[in-house]
């Protein structure tokens, strides 16, 4: 999970010729579930975000958020103008019925194309448990191979983070390796363990499901 703060060192110099506007660099497009609702990022997230994002449970092993509902204010703007830029998406995760944002997840890229990508995420701690996390990564996961093309796509979490790494792994994510003193969080390094899932094995995962599907049906 990175939080990037100031927008103007993601400014790129304007150009007196305007580029082809890609799909990647329109709006995101609207991810609904059947409990919650992702999309893109706006200023009026700021005071919810502020208030789930801070909790010392939820900001303990993710970069350091905010620290006011102005710098996440500061932070959404940044998240909008990096995806005009076509290579990052931001999305408010909300529920269903209720347009209050209670998390965000990013993808970014790392090889060009999307090839491979990086996502991270936080969830108001309110919300743990209730199943809404795994419907709205799966979501994002859906969103990164089919429309962004991804054939990989990679997260980080801290070692001592066993709800994180469990999660990841629930939804077919395997741990490569640890990398060591890759975090740095109040003033200390901490060792992270990197996830993957390719696009092979969450193709799989998804066939696997509707097979299941299929049999409870039937």
Known sequence: MHFTHEVAT???????????TTDRQRELPVLRG???????LCATDAPSLFSLLTLPEVARDIALPPTSIAAFERFIAC?????????????????????????????REIEPGFQTAEWGFA????????????EAAKLVLKFTFE????????ARAAVRNGRGGRALQKLGAL???VLRKAFLRNDQYLDQVLY????????????????GARVFLN
């Not at 993957?196 to 097979?211: G, H, P």
């Open 147 to 154: 429309q962004l093309g991804a054939h990989r796509v990679e």
């Open 79 to 107: 998240t909008n103008h990096q995806r005009s830029g076509g290579k990052y998406a931001c999305f408010a995760v909300t529920l269903k019925n209720d347009d209050s944002a209670i998390g965000i997840f990013q993808v």
């Open 34 to 40: 059947q409990h919650v609702t992702l999309r893109e």
């Open 175 to 177: 741990p490569e390796g």
């Open 123 to 134: 969830l108001g701690s309110p919300f743990w448990g209730t199943g809404l996390f795994q």
């Open 10 to 20: 993601t400014m790129q110099p304007v150009s007196t010729v305007q580029a082809p």
């Open 196 to 211: 993957a899932i390719v696009e092979d094995d969450w193709r799989a995962a998804c066939e696997a499901r509707l097979e």
